[in-house]
């Protein structure tokens, strides 16, 4: 176990901040899942924070965090900025304390979580759409709390929202059926990974703790190696629930301490898990919250084990089910683009078809006839029915004379054309 330091949150404060809950947050369960615990040889059970009502965990920390305002801080009211989860869980928390809200999003975001959060939140939210990106949008959310004299609500860099999400660990330890060996949880900003930490770490201090990062937002992975908070320049902002630039400064130190590692999953494994879990199990599981299921076979030999996985969320946008199974076809190596140069005659196309295996599939085509050259470029998109077919497929393509680049590793011809 890692050497831990005075700044964990009491277990007395999560326990105070269960009090608070009761009848907000759901009591959510705590379910074995049969696929995952015989793949792997242990007993794998599930958090389903998905099950909540605004369907993410985020309601605990935002409403502990406005129970503790002072009536006059009510009565001026809260504000914060989110694209997300947050966001629909500070509006529930507003309309069930009749508390009004003020919640920036950017003006990007799509429709259909600006209206749940209208939705949640009632008559006491108003909902500000501004800017490109959520740093524009954080911006104003600050501007408006210095200008109005308002209360901000912070997603996870506040003790108060910290001893909110670490309550998910309390219902854990209630409802595990013994031992806990191993504890998995996605980590953003670090609400939940420090709250549900520290009360593992003074309660069950013989399991293990592992958080997990989206590969390309790696904030605390990279904070915990160099020992002190950065800023993260570039971040792939896919895993949206999970994709942070910068952690915070309360929950660093709890997460460094009470952690054995932070483990990062690709992107692609992320979709892929995400489809699994929606094809063999039934749950539909947010990026953010498939983190800890997709970082299982990270956690070495754990045959005989009782690991417990936190889904933190379900609110998985619809629109984005192409992108997801593009991104897994991609990781498992399924997927794969080529520019083609062919030659400017009849039959080049049947030809270059005949060297294609009996399952392989052209999923895209791009051609247009721009000049009289000899030679013209095709964008050509192919599907594999497994992924070590694609040596054979080359093989084939070289054989035949083919003129193709390919640009799947390649981002930035990659990232113009597909």
Known sequence: MPTITSSLIAVEDVMRARQRLRGVAL??????????????????????EDLQEVRSYKIRGAYNKMSLLSK?????????????????GVASACAKMKVKGTIYMPAVTPLQKVNKVRTFGKEYVEVVLIGDNFDAAYAESMKAMEEQGLTYVHPFDDR???????????????????QIDYLVMAVGGGGLSAGVGSVFAQLSAHTKIFGVEPGGAPAMHDSIAKGEVITLEHIDSFVDGAAVRRVGKNNFPIVKAVTEGILLVPE?????????????????????????????D?????????????????????????????????????????????????????????LLGPEDDITHFEYTKKHNRAMGPALVGI?????????????????????????NDQPMLFDMFV
């Open 383 to 407: 599907q594999l029915k497994k992924s070590e077919e694609l040596a054979g497929l080359l093989k084939r393509m070289d054989d035949g004379g083919i003129q193709y680049q390919a640009i």
């Open 298 to 354: 990270q956690l070495g030999d754990i045959k005989g084990k009782t690991v417990v996985c936190v889904i933190g969320g379900g609110n998985n946008d619809i629109t984005r089910t192409a992108e997801i199974q593009e991104r897994a076809l991609l990781y498992a190596g399924l997927k794969h683009y080529f520019i083609v140069k062919f030659p400017q005659r009849a039959g080049a196309l049947r030809d270059f078809l005949n």
């Open 27 to 48: 009591h959510t369960p705590l379910q074995r899942n049969p696929r995952l615990s015989e793949l792997y040889g242990a007993e794998i059970y599930l958090k389903r």
């Open 72 to 88: 006059k801080q009510k009565e001026r009211g809260v504000v914060c900025a989110s694209a997300g989860n947050h966001a629909q």
């Open 160 to 178: 108060d929202t910290i001893a909110g999400q670490g309550t998910v660990g309390l219902e854990i330890l209630d409802d595990a059926p013994g």
């Open 268 to 296: 692609g494994k992320v979709c892929m898990t995400m489809l699994e879990l929606y094809n063999e199990d039934g749950l539909v599981v947010e990026p953010a919250g498939t983190l800890a299921v997709a970082a299982l």
